[in-house]
């Protein structure tokens, strides 16, 4: 019922930047909140790791790799979460998913966690 659809992936010099976005939306009803939104990433031949979360209070987390050039940012009203990723390396190379747990739609809570079907982010030397 929950879809989480991401945009914005692509190829990319190092150097480059690129921003994701996702946007969460439901089959009926309408989503009120979302506690965490967030974006993870896997590499080939690598397990899926945490790139940057954001709470619905706008307290965020990213990982070492990241921090300094990646920024996450939610607009609440749009269910949107967005990743602007700048001065890519290619090790940022990896299909990034979308992340979303704890929905409140309309008077109900759902506590599961959502994914997106990922994006790819090609980063080349």
């Known amino acids: 019922q929950v879809q989480l659809v991401e945009s914005g992936g692509g190829a990319v010099q190092l150097g480059g930047s690129l921003r994701l976005s996702c946007v969460a939306s439901?089959?009926?009803?309408?989503?009120?909140?979302?506690?965490?939104m967030g974006w993870y990433r896997q590499a080939p031949g690598k397990e899926r790791e945490l790139v940057a979360i954001?709470?619905?209070?706008?307290?965020?987390n990213y990982a070492e790799a990241v921090k300094g050039r990646f920024t996450i940012s939610r607009d609440n009203a749009k269910n949107t979460v967005y990743l602007q990723m700048n001065s890519l390396k290619p090790e940022d190379t990896a299909v990034y998913y979308c992340?979303?747990?704890?929905?409140?739609?309309?008077?109900?809570?759902?506590?599961?966690?959502?994914w997106g079907k990922g994006t790819l982010v090609a980063v080349s030397s």
């Open positions: 992340n979303a747990v704890g929905l409140t739609i309309g008077d109900a809570f759902d506590a599961m966690e959502y």
């Open positions: 439901v089959a009926s009803g309408r989503i009120l909140s979302i506690n965490s």
């Open positions: 954001e709470s619905r209070v706008g307290s965020t």
